[in-house]
């Protein structure tokens, strides 16, 4: 009885196991820790000794339409799941643009899912401008905002024209961007965070992606 008993811990643990590693293959890291290998900018975007990325803007460099400075992929992609961690300070503001066709108007081209300092704000007052709306299309359906310091994981998954965010463990939109007032954005595109400009001191880790076939 005991030898069945821990035949059968055993197999349910490989199976776990093969699950789980099922489940990472496919995943390629976005930002290797150390350099910006894979991106382009003009921003001044800081890696630091604990694998984490910094936006600092220069001092003068003001405002989000500076779009050569936000940090953009080298490669288009069109169905993923992008995960991404970041912390912000308080009244921080950046954006995970993904999809967008002209890097030099991300704003226009490409879809913004917004990273607000939102913080303590009540859900009913939530708007496509707060921490995890998709700009000019829907707000979160929930505030899911850490305080300012603390890390924020967002999980964007794209395929098709459904859209879903996950913030910090809860699933906050899930859209069909077809009938949405970006439903003429492309289906490939590149992805980017932006520069707000400053004093806007953003860090940002753990950036991956896995492309769905």
């Not at 196991?17 to 099922?22: H, P, W």
């Not at 081209?109 to 939530?126: F, H, P, R, W």
């Not at 979160?140 to 924020?152: A, C, F, H, V």
Request: glycine fraction near 8%; charged fraction near 30%.
């Amino acid at each position: 009885m005991i030898l069945n008993m821990k035949k059968f811990f055993l197999i349910a643990f490989l199976s776990l196991a093969t699950l789980v590693q099922a489940d990472d293959k496919g995943w390629v890291t976005l930002y290797n820790g150390k350099d910006l290998t894979g991106w382009k900018t003009t921003g001044n975007w800081l890696p630091q000794k604990d694998g984490s990325l910094l936006i600092k803007p220069r001092p003068g460099e003001k405002g989000w339409q500076r779009y050569s400075a936000y940090l953009t992929s080298e490669k288009k992609y069109k169905d993923f799941i992008l995960e991404v961690e970041y912390k912000y300070p308080p009244k921080g503001n950046s954006g995970v643009y993904f999809r967008i066709a002209d890097p030099q108007d991300p704003v226009k081209t490409g879809i913004e899912c917004q990273v607000l300092d939102s913080y303590g704000k009540a859900n009913d007052k939530m708007t496509a401008h707060d921490h995890g709306g998709i700009i000019r299309t829907v707000g979160p359906t929930k505030n899911m905002s850490k305080k300012p310091g603390e890390w924020n994981k967002m999980i964007v998954t794209c395929k098709g024209y459904h859209l879903k965010v996950d913030l910090n463990g809860e699933k906050i939109v899930d859209i069909k961007l077809d009938e949405t007032p970006v439903k003429d954005r492309p289906l490939e595109g590149y992805i980017s965070l932006q520069d707000h400009g400053e004093p806007n001191n953003l860090h940002f880790r753990n950036i991956k992606i896995k492309e769905l076939k």
